[in-house]
């Protein structure tokens, strides 16, 4: 049971656009959520994180929207770069006042072309 | 810091043969994870540690596999026989409340 949904493998995009990486949760106890990139032989690096009670979270070139209603969020690149090429994982936890796990998805692999 | 710090970063072992992958964790990190990385499943949690103790173990596929965190800077995942379906990459990861987890470099298993 894949409680965290990445339902595109891979996705190509030109240098300088917008990349648009989604996932989809079923677990509406999920209060936080994360995106991690990882290069190839590396382990996940954060890259943004959003709470549940913001609709938006943004970092320079990296902005996260959360739909709870659609239990959806995305992560947007603008622009995206060569370097963005990796491939991203979306991540969800509940706070049960503890350190809560990690649920994550199947990746995406972002290929930023030239 | 180094890092979360995973050793070997590879290893390739023959079909019923025990295997131990280790990890140690950054220092002051209180929680500690295992996760395995397959192509269909992507990052599954398999166990995780709090001071030391295992806390959530669900994830774990099977009996022959079992995790230890002796102290609070070093601990092992451990796969006893081990099996073709065991091929992955297996990843430690590391946090302290408030923080986010940080992963290291992971351990490519092979099983042959």
């Known amino acids: 049971d894949q409680q965290v949904k990445q339902n595109s493998p891979s996705l190509s995009v030109q240098e300088g656009r917008i990349s648009i990486l989604n996932c989809d949760y079923t677990?509406?106890?999920?209060?936080?959520f994360l995106w991690y990139k990882k290069y190839p032989a590396e382990g996940p690096t954060f890259l943004i994180s959003?709470?549940?009670?913001?609709d938006k979270n943004e970092d320079g070139r990296f902005t996260v929207f959360l739909n709870k209603s659609a239990k959806h969020l995305s992560l947007h690149i603008v622009p995206s770069q060569p370097g963005d090429s990796a491939v991203y994982f979306c991540a969800a936890s509940a706070y049960t006042g503890t350190a809560s796990k990690l649920t994550f998805g199947t990746g995406t692999r972002l290929q930023v072309t030239l | 810091d180094a890092g979360v710090i995973q050793s070997p970063r590879h290893e390739v072992t023959e079909m019923g043969q025990e295997v131990t992958l280790r990890c140690k964790p950054i220092?002051?990190?209180?929680?500690l994870f295992w996760y395995r990385q397959t192509m269909m499943r992507g990052l599954e949690l398999l166990i995780y540690f709090n001071n030391n103790v295992p806390i959530d173990d669900s994830g774990m596929p099977e009996d022959r596999f079992s995790a230890k965190m002796p102290n609070a800077s070093f601990s092992t995942l451990k796969i006893q026989p081990s099996e073709p379906r065991d091929s992955a990459v297996y990843f430690c990861?590391?946090?302290?409340?408030?923080?986010?987890?940080?992963f290291g470099q992971g351990t490519r298993l092979t099983v042959v």
């Open positions: 677990n509406s106890m999920f209060d936080y």
């Open positions: 959003i709470s549940s009670i913001k």
């Open positions: 990861a590391s946090r302290s409340r408030g923080t986010e987890a940080f």
């Open positions: 220092s002051g990190h209180d929680y």
